[in-house]
């Protein structure tokens, strides 16, 4: 054998290559990949906050034969398929499998919300002839990128008589959009000299809703008046309602094929809805008894540190598992100290454009696979629970010997930014958990990008967590 041979052999065995989901994937493979996406685009552009999210899972559990979990019932039987819908904002999802709880349970958890703007509880004015509502963002934004683009209302309102009024306005065609104005690039020369951060400063994120009076000379702020009587007759809503309203401006736009050979996807909301759409329906898609029971935790508040009774940081899931065991006379933290967990959420793929805010050798990449994160956090990994040596090898062996591409990554340089997921919160409960989840381009903007080979990969490994 030649020294080059050698050599080539040498780099085949002890190199870590990143192959690229093209290479690595069969044909038939590929087309069941953009399958599956054309409904996963379905599904985020259907569902852009996280109550719609939870309500379609919900609906979309039942079609699949799940049950209300019912806590003061009889154990549940391997193959049975419950549900707990907490607060119409998360979801649990479960199948039971042959083990008794006491071995442990296979939990992929994600975050179904995404940065936005909310409404302000006193939200309408009108000022100098035009009608705006005030914001408040929710979650981490780039607040220059949020104007200029046509916005939709979501969200309910609640009424003092018990009844709500679910809005969902800017997404069908003819329906009114809405819109944050900017300064012309002739007259922003005081705007530029901001630093980035301020070019767009909270207090300036004003949607314009209207600009026409009613027709009464005799009282003031008719803008404002005008706008609440449209509201009135349309939703049967007042001023003092939206104290009770919990409204959100996402972007209304579509959701697409990027690129000549549409090899991408571009929309809002992939993070964190391209791992909650896939763990989810890696769940629906088990057709075996399994081994060990399976929970999917499609979870809210993560954008802003997951705080909150819908949030990972509050008991509703430790409670759920708890009662699991209680049914089987067991105790439930037995059951998550010997629990395994996918805390399925995004990371930053590597950008050519911007490449010095990443150390390339440590960068997950557009179509080489779903990503695994043993470490989140910031500067010196705060605010992260750092995956141990021997769960992130249990993570490998199981991507690597059922077909699943993967790559390793971490969010960008150290000292460069950072970032956290749930996953703390679930090893806090001490259970094994690390972070996988599919690269994101453009992340937390209102147009985000992700592989559609990446998009697959996710569904395929929480499914092979589930069932292997």
């Given at each position: 054998m030649s020294d080059k041979a050698k050599a080539q052999e040498l780099k085949e065995l002890l190199f870590n290559k990143k192959e690229n989901g093209v290479d690595f994937m069969s044909d038939d493979e590929l087309k069941q990949c953009d399958e599956f996406c054309e409904g996963y685009k379905k599904f985020l552009f259907e569902n852009k906050t996280e109550r719609e999210f939870a309500c379609s899972a919900l609906s979309a559990a039942k079609e699949n034969g799940f049950e209300e979990f019912d806590k003061f019932g009889k154990p549940l039987n391997p193959g049975d398929k419950v549900y707990y819908f907490n607060r119409g904002k998360s979801i649990i999802l479960c199948v039971k499998g042959k083990r008794p709880a006491k071995d442990g349970v296979r939990i992929?958890?994600?975050?179904?919300?995404?940065?936005?703007?909310?409404?302000?509880?006193?939200?309408?004015?009108?000022?100098?002839?035009?009608?705006?509502?005030?914001?408040?963002?929710?979650?981490?934004?780039?607040?220059?990128?949020?104007?200029a683009i046509p916005l939709s209302l979501h969200g309910r309102i609640c009424k003092n008589n018990g009844e709500y009024v679910d809005v969902k306005l800017g997404e069908a065609p003819g329906e009114p959009?809405?819109?944050?104005?900017?300064?012309?690039?002739?007259?922003?020369?005081?705007?530029?000299?901001?630093?980035?951060?301020?070019?767009?400063?909270?207090?300036?994120?004003?949607?314009?809703?209207?600009?026409?009076?009613?027709?009464?000379?005799?009282?003031?702020?008719?803008?404002?008046?005008?706008?609440l009587n449209i509201l009135y007759e349309k939703y049967g809503i007042v001023e003092r309602d939206f104290l009770s309203a919990e409204l959100e401006l996402v972007p209304a736009f579509t959701v697409d094929d990027i690129g000549f050979d549409k090899s991408l996807i571009g929309g809002y909301g992939h993070d964190d809805r391209v791992c909650s759409y896939p763990a989810m329906q890696a769940i629906f898609d088990i057709d075996e008894t399994l081994e060990y029971t399976a929970l999917t935790v499609l979870t809210d508040k993560e954008e802003t540190g997951s705080d909150g009774n819908t949030g990972l940081n509050s008991c509703y899931m430790k409670y759920f598992i708890e009662d699991l065991a209680r049914l089987e006379s067991c105790e439930g933290r037995d059951v998550l100290s010997n629990s395994k967990c996918l805390s399925a959420d995004v990371n930053a793929a590597f950008d050519p454009t911007w490449p010095s805010q990443f150390e390339k050798n440590n960068a997950s990449f557009i179509n080489k696979g779903v990503c695994v994160t043993k470490f989140t956090g910031a500067r010196g990994k705060s605010g992260t629970s750092d995956a141990s040596a021997e769960y992130v090898s249990f993570v490998k062996s199981l991507m690597e010997n059922n077909g699943v591409l993967w790559q390793s990554g971490e969010l960008g340089k150290v000292d460069g930014g950072g970032g956290g997921t749930v996953a703390m919160y679930i090893a806090n409960l001490n259970v094994d958990v690390i972070d996988v989840g599919v690269p994101v381009l453009s992340m937390h903007s209102p147009y985000e990008l992700v592989s559609k080979i990446d998009t697959y990969m996710a569904y395929k490994a929480f499914k092979v967590f589930f069932t292997k």
């Open positions: 992929s958890a994600a975050h179904i919300d995404s940065p936005r703007l909310d409404l302000k509880q006193c939200p309408v004015y009108e000022d100098d002839s035009l009608g705006f509502f005030k914001t408040h963002y929710y979650g981490g934004i780039k607040k220059y990128q949020w104007t959009k809405f819109c944050i104005t900017d300064i012309l690039p002739h007259l922003g020369a005081e705007q530029m000299a901001r630093k980035a951060s301020e070019i767009v400063k909270g207090e300036e994120l004003n949607v314009v809703i209207g600009s026409r009076p009613f027709k009464d000379d005799e009282e003031s702020e008719r803008i404002k008046l005008n706008l």
